[in-house]
């Protein structure tokens, strides 16, 4: 089963343009958003020119990129697996969470070991958190039929509230007398590397590519990969190819979640370097655009990470050199996912009008009129 990797754009003389569906939403959102930057009175030129500029103008614009784009990265992996094996996993914000109450649990416990090893532990715990969080919906998903998405949204307000326990007194992971409530600093053992210095990206960057490189070469060399591409396509066929769908549900939604807690132990361990209560906002949701305007690809998932990391990172140059409020950046993003739902809409309505026709045309020659 192979992957589109072409759009057909309706009504353009069946026009084929490879990988461009993202591209094209991004351009017509970026178009878009001109008019409104427009309409407030501002330079759209010099607008984005200044958003570039606070994106990739310089080391330390970056560095800031790439700091916004790593939670983005690794939680839109998340999803991407599940999406691969058709499952829609909602729950990173929640996963997020899981993944930073244990990786600062074993990152605030002093153990006699070698610091890389310290770190490593910590990295895998918080994987293990978020997989862990994942057991109900996978387990309600693959024995008892009920939508991942319902249980893994429900599960991202418990796992808020658990944190905001974990991190208020007397709880053992709370700092004793903090003004605001979290966890005692990471030791430095196991904080992840600074990238570049005198910034705060960390190494979970560097993790995150690599992971979506290594996702891409399992899913699409490997019998575990071709498995899950297999269920994402057709469930009845996976089975009837001897496919254990049940097994595998379960494992993709656990791998799924643990990679939603690998995007919790980047906040931890590398940027805030303490549990705090409320840690991240919305992050998980974003999460879902990315794996979305990607289309589930792997290596798709780290140029919108980045895309969406770029536009974060710039709004603020923007608003002091443009004056264009912040707010645009989450405008262009969602106007962006907006596009890319209506080219995949389109696209079925496409292909639906061209089977009808050939239907058509079938019954015409077997009647023979």
Do not use: C
């Not at 030791?187 to 996702?215: D, N």
């Not at 290596?299 to 409020?325: D, N």
Request: no cysteine; glycine share 12%.
């Amino acid at each position: 089963m192979k992957s589109p990797k072409s759009t057909t754009l309706i009504g353009l003389g069946g026009l084929i343009i490879p990988y461009a569906r993202p591209l094209l939403a991004i351009i017509l959102a970026m178009l878009v958003s001109a008019v409104f930057i427009f309409a407030r009175g501002a330079n759209p030129i010099e607008a984005y020119k200044a958003m570039l500029l606070g994106s990739f103008g310089s080391v330390a614009a970056l560095a800031n990129t790439g700091v916004r784009a790593t939670p983005l990265l690794l939680g839109g992996l998340a999803v991407a697996i599940g999406w691969k094996a058709g499952l829609l996993n909602v729950g990173i914000e929640g996963q997020i969470y899981l993944g930073g109450i244990f990786s600062a649990a074993v990152g605030i416990t002093p153990l006699p070991i070698p610091p890389w090893l310290h770190l490593l532990l910590a990295i895998i715990a918080g994987f293990i958190g978020g997989a862990l969080w994942g057991l109900i919906p996978a387990f309600l998903k693959a024995y008892r039929g009920v939508s991942e998405i319902v249980v893994t949204l429900m599960l991202n307000y418990v796992a808020i509230q658990l944190t905001s326990l974990v991190v208020h007194e007397p709880s053992p992971l709370a700092k004793k007398d903090a003004f605001f409530p979290q966890s005692p600093t990471i030791l430095p053992s196991t904080q992840l590397p600074i990238l570049i210095k005198g910034t705060s990206l960390h190494a979970g960057l560097i993790i995150g590519v690599l992971l979506g490189v290594l996702i891409y070469l399992i899913l699409r060399y490997t019998n575990f990969g071709f498995r899950i591409r297999m269920l994402g396509g057709n469930i009845n066929a996976a089975r009837y190819a001897g496919v254990r769908v049940r097994i595998m549900i379960f494992v993709v939604i656990l791998i799924s979640a643990g990679f939603g807690g690998l995007a919790g132990v980047g906040e931890v361990l590398g940027l805030k370097l303490a549990l705090y209560d409320y840690f991240v906002v919305g992050l998980g949701y974003d999460s879902i655009a990315v794996a979305l305007m990607a289309n589930g690809h792997p290596l798709g998932v780290i140029a919108t990470a980045i895309f969406f990391g770029a536009l974060r990172a710039g709004a603020g140059k923007m608003q002091v050199v443009a004056g264009v409020e912040t707010p645009i950046a989450a405008v262009i993003q969602a106007l962006a996912v907006v596009f890319v739902i209506a080219f995949g809409f389109a696209e079925v309505a496409r292909v639906s009008w061209r089977e009808k026709k050939e239907e058509v045309a079938k019954e015409v020659i077997a009647h023979g009129e």
